[in-house]
């Protein structure tokens, strides 16, 4: 089953020494080079929540020795795997027993130029019937699905994202105000819901 954790930065935004000393050292490095206190927060909170995710399944966050595939992707251990994302003001923890990969983007104007570069034809055809925030929303759910599939594969973008093709992976998208969400997994055992932290 994969399950997808949801966090609000809100909810550290007041505490955020207290919860800054909860992540391990990597993670830390990762705030630190951030500049602005916004990044620093959405990094954090994801830290947090993959704490909080990782402890769900019974692990003990610090006591977890995280590995890494040749092209960084970290994981838990063999039989668990996770993914992290974060947009706005939400992060996001997808936990599963096979490859996941997920994605969360803000819902916000997107130019002609950004789809024309990143999409393919068909896709760019798709776009083209709707106007508005129906096309803001309708591009950023298909980046999504291109986002969580490429971070599900565990290789970073290798090609131009409007030339590859999406196979042999399953996805799930998930429904937040303003934001598109989307999963893919290599099982297609997905939660109905988001799990809210």
């Given at each position: 089953?994969?399950t ?131 096309k ?19 290789i ?9 093709n ?32």
């Open positions: 089953m994969t997808t954790f949801l966090m609000n930065v809100n909810s550290i935004a007041g505490d955020f020494e207290y919860y800054y000393n909860q992540v391990n050292q990597t993670r830390k490095d990762k705030i630190d080079k951030l500049l602005f206190m916004p990044d620093k927060l959405l990094s954090l909170t994801a830290g947090i929540l993959l704490k909080n995710a990782l402890e769900h399944y019974g692990l003990k966050y610090d006591e977890i020795q995280f590995s890494y595939n040749k092209y960084g992707k970290p994981f838990a251990n063999d039989n668990l795997f996770f993914n992290l994302s974060h947009s706005g003001e939400y992060s996001i923890c997808s936990v599963s027993q096979g490859q996941v990969g997920c994605d969360i983007q803000l819902v916000e104007p997107i130019k002609q130029q950004v789809i024309d570069i990143s999409c393919t034809d068909a896709e760019i055809e798709y776009l083209s019937q709707f106007q508005g925030n129906v803001n929303t309708e591009f950023c759910k298909l980046w999504a699905k291109k986002e969580s599939y490429v971070k599900y594969l565990g970073g973008i290798q090609k131009k994202i409007d030339t590859f999406i196979k042999d992976a399953y996805f799930m998208e998930y429904i937040l105000k303003d934001y598109a969400i989307c999963v893919c997994s290599s099982k297609n055992e997905f939660d109905d819901t988001l799990q809210i932290f």
